[in-house]
């Protein structure tokens, strides 16, 4: 009896192993790929002119991390095939705020003439989740501004934008396109020109700002001497 519960177990085993070799690559089959014909390109397009400071500093992106916890970033959709970017979105947002920072000639040449700098943390970037019949972009990150003293204050922005899903793969994709896009532009814009930059830069210019110099005293003319 003994022997054959232990046969039977065996059996079973090597069953449920053939199963999982069986199934296994069906699944890896069916997962999407990139290609040409399913990749989008999201660019910021028009910069986001930042508002004025009072003081006008130079930012310089130290780096931007991935936080979103997504093990495949680059796709922005499983169903229909798949729908992939063309880059990863850490270098879209990076590229985003630098060109935005670029045109109001607040980008530094480099880190260490910078005078504000800022790690970014992007938490989401592609879809949301919807109803299944609408398209829900998400832009989410923050930012950490930091002086060269040393202090630092937190800056948080996201975008939104919604878009009509469709039946044609084409035309999924160009809705998914635009619909990132949109949601960037919201985010960055929301960071550029929001409240919580501009209280971040006057906080964290307090004591940095550069003093005027002194203007030379003017000293007395002698008066000549009468004889």
Request: charged residues 25%; glycine residues 6%.
């Amino acid at each position: 009896m003994p022997l054959r519960g232990s046969l039977h177990s065996t059996t079973t085993l090597l069953v449920s192993a053939g199963l999982t070799w069986i199934v296994c690559p069906q699944a890896k089959a069916d997962e999407p790929k990139p290609k040409p014909e399913n990749t989008i390109s999201i660019q910021l397009g028009e910069p986001v002119p930042p508002q004025k400071f009072e003081h006008s500093p130079k930012f310089w992106i130290v780096d931007v991390t991935d936080r979103s916890g997504n093990p495949q970033p680059m796709m922005v959709m499983k169903e229909r095939g798949g729908v992939f970017l063309d880059k990863q979105p850490t270098a879209i947002v990076k590229e985003a705020i630098e060109h935005s920072l670029k045109v109001a000639n607040l980008l530094a040449a480099d880190a260490a003439s910078a005078d504000l700098l800022l790690r970014v943390y992007l938490f989401h970037f592609g879809l949301a989740s919807g109803s299944g019949l609408d398209l829900f972009g998400k832009v989410e990150f923050s930012t950490m501004v930091k002086n060269t003293a040393g202090e630092s204050q937190e800056v948080k922005a996201a975008g939104t934008s919604i878009a009509k899903g469709a039946v044609r793969k084409k035309n999924i994709q160009k809705n998914v396109e635009e619909d990132i896009e949109e949601a960037l532009h919201d985010a960055t814009r929301n960071f550029v020109r929001g409240t919580q930059l501009k209280e971040a830069v006057a906080a964290l210019s307090k004591g940095t700002e550069v003093v005027p110099a002194a203007a030379p005293s003017v000293t007395e003319t002698p008066k000549p001497v009468s004889r």
